[in-house]
């Protein structure tokens, strides 16, 4: 079907058809605001857009809801954008390829943009509908979510009322959650000093990797490209000089490719030992991700990390923890702690390293946070904390997620999963300006978020359509 707006929901697909058309990766969300506080003046409704480009739409309630709580229905602008090594799309200018496969909606060699459109889409069709009863609505769409929430982060409560809020940036039909793990992310540095060299040069590139979302799907398992390059470069340390290395694109996806050029005296020797590693971590990750693919390219060099540098970055790359730490004590199967080395480069004259820690527990992800500190220190380098985001507690009473849970009760003839996710929600920061606010998170299936191969499941989408307005309904 090439007409995306044809989709049922119609209302829905509409404006997530409308958004796509809309670069807005993290960051770049002036045009997106802008277009949403449009479509609320078009609307004549009440619109606020505060310096961060968060938006507020408030819509009165509809015949016999006039007087009825607030409801702040809540989601971010902003997604994830990364592409396949051999697509050309531009994300500062490209709109967003959808390709509809039966039940399946994704992008062409992008994401989709569902994490966290669809959430976007759902408002404006409630705000455009006349005939959806509801209680008055408060629409926040905040920016830069994925990169540190600071959209939230620099949120007040001064326009927003409402005493129960609907997160809709779940991934899972049928889950609500009703808690999510903080976290912080910490830049490690390390200045570079070069030498001349002679020998013979080789790009190692590593490539093929699942990658994915480094909070929901950090429990898979899957290689870091970078951990894995470090394994590779380890092998043969005492036999070359590193004279570059990249990897990863995102702090909160999971490193799909990485790659580092060295030099060598023995290049014969040096390959024997990367081809005898690589196959080891082939065998190790044949079944988390069968699609690694290692290669060796000769490439010119003059210049070189001293001896010292470069043994210092590829044992302190060794050395570094990465992926699930702790699990939860009280939640099987949900893990409390973890971290995902996401990012290393060049940048101003250091090697810089940058790693997303998550944790359910504050004194859980200051400890990871002081290891790293300690380990960045004792290899020469130095570190620095930045983009931290509270924790959102359980409640153990909460109105909302009762009414929440007969009206699925009533639609899909079950009991909703209750759970927590160790991954960040927009709900840690709202919780701390709003404390007096009841708030749960749900959403439609979309499977491989923050990576190319995301897709979402279309009639998941009518489904959770339809219980989001029967819980307006009954949200009187």
């Known amino acids: 079907m090439n007409n995306i707006k044809e989709l049922e929901p119609k209302e829905v697909f509409q404006w997530f058809y409308e958004l796509n058309q809309i670069p807005r990766s ?30 507020i739409i408030k819509k009165p309630g509809t015949k016999g809801y006039e007087n009825s709580p607030a409801v702040i229905l809540q989601g971010h602008m902003d997604m994830v954008c990364v592409k396949t090594d051999d697509s050309d799309h531009d994300f500062d200018k490209d ?100 030498e001349a060299v002679s020998g013979k040069a080789c790009k190692i590139e590593l490539t093929g990797l699942k990658g994915g979302h480094s909070g929901s799907e950090i429990n898979k398992q899957r290689l870091n490209a970078i951990k894995g390059l470090a394994r590779i470069l380890n092998a043969v340390k005492d036999d070359v000089l590193l004279a570059s290395i990249e990897g990863g694109i995102k702090h909160n996806a999971i490193p799909s490719k990485a790659s580092a050029v060295i030099v060598t005296d023995n290049m014969e020797k040096v390959t024997e030992k990367i081809n ?67 990012i290393i480069g060049e940048k101003d004259g250091n090697i810089l390293l940058i790693t997303s820690v998550r944790s359910g527990s504050t004194s859980s992800l200051r400890e990871i946070l002081d290891r790293l500190n300690i380990l ?27 009414i929440a849970t007969k009206t699925f009760v009533e639609q899909y003839g079950k009991e909703p999963i209750a759970n927590s996710i160790h991954a960040g929600l927009e709900c840690g920061l709202l ?31 009518q489904r959770v359509w339809e219980f989001t307005k029967n819980l307006l309904a009954n949200l009187k």
């Open 376 to 402: 960045t220190k004792r290899f020469g380098g130095s570190a620095r904390e930045y983009s931290a985001y509270p924790a959102w507690p359980f409640e153990a009473e909460s109105e909302l997620r009762d």
């Open 26 to 55: 993290s960051g770049n969300e002036k045009e997106v605001s802008d277009f949403l506080v449009k479509f609320a003046k078009d609307r004549n409704l009440e619109v606020y857009q505060d310096e961060a480009l968060n938006v």
């Open 431 to 461: 919780k701390g300006i709003l404390p007096n606010t009841d708030m749960l998170s749900y959403g439609p299936n979309i499977r491989d978020a923050h990576s190319p191969k995301e897709h979402m499941s279309i009639s998941s989408v």
């Open 95 to 194: 709109p967003i390829e959808m390709i509809v496969e039966g039940d399946i909606m994704r992008a062409n060699n992008t994401t989709l943009g569902g994490d966290d459109g669809i959430a976007v889409a759902y408002g404006l069709a409630i705000l455009d509908a006349d005939d959806i009863p509801h209680p008055p609505i408060e629409l926040l769409i905040t920016t830069c979510e994925e990169d540190g929430m600071e959209g939230a982060t620099a949120l007040t409560g001064e326009h927003l009322t409402g005493t129960r809020l609907l997160n809709i940036d779940t991934e899972e039909e049928g889950e609500f959650l009703l808690g999510c793990s903080g976290g912080s992310n910490i830049d490690m540095t390390f200045p570079i000093a070069k």
């Open 276 to 342: 005898a590693i690589v196959a080891d971590i082939k065998d190790e990750y044949r079944v988390e991700d069968p699609g690694l693919t290692v290669n060796l390219t000769e490439v010119e060099a003059k210049e070189a990390y001293t001896k010292e540098l470069s043994m210092n970055i590829i044992e302190f790359l060794m050395t570094l923890p990465d992926g699930v730490q702790y699990m939860s004590k009280d939640i099987e199967g949900l893990v409390q702690t973890s971290l995902n080395n996401a």
